[in-house]
């Protein structure tokens, strides 16, 4: 399932088997939040490097990207454990670039 919040924010979850679910891109979204609250440590581990250059790739175009998720696995990833948070933490970057920090 995927969702657009606020008209430039992308929700995704990655299932169980690692992939990415109905991952549409638009112009318009520039911020994308990864939802592995549901995926396991083992799958993680085998699409961390997809999300490593996923990220990177959002960076590059001055996007935002969190990872949902209750396990730390990338310290080059923004990982919290909650949605709210994955929101919270959108938005101090948006109010950075903003202010050019």
């Known amino acids: 399932m995927t969702k657009i919040v606020n ?3 992308l929700i995704f979850k990655v299932n169980n088997k690692g992939e990415f679910e109905n991952l549409e891109l638009t112009k318009d979204v520039k911020n994308f939040i990864a939802d592995l609250s549901e995926v396991n440590k ?4 085998l699409i961390k490097n997809n999300l ?3 990220g990177h790739s959002i960076y590059s175009t001055k996007g935002s990207f969190v990872v949902v998720s209750t396990f730390e696995f990338d310290e080059n990833l923004n990982i919290v ?3 709210q948070e994955a929101f919270d933490f959108i938005d101090m970057e948006e109010i950075e670039r903003q202010l050019e920090l």
């Open 7 to 9: 008209g430039n924010t």
């Open 52 to 54: 490593i250059k996923f």
């Open 81 to 83: 454990p909650t949605m």
């Open 42 to 45: 083992e799958i993680i581990s």
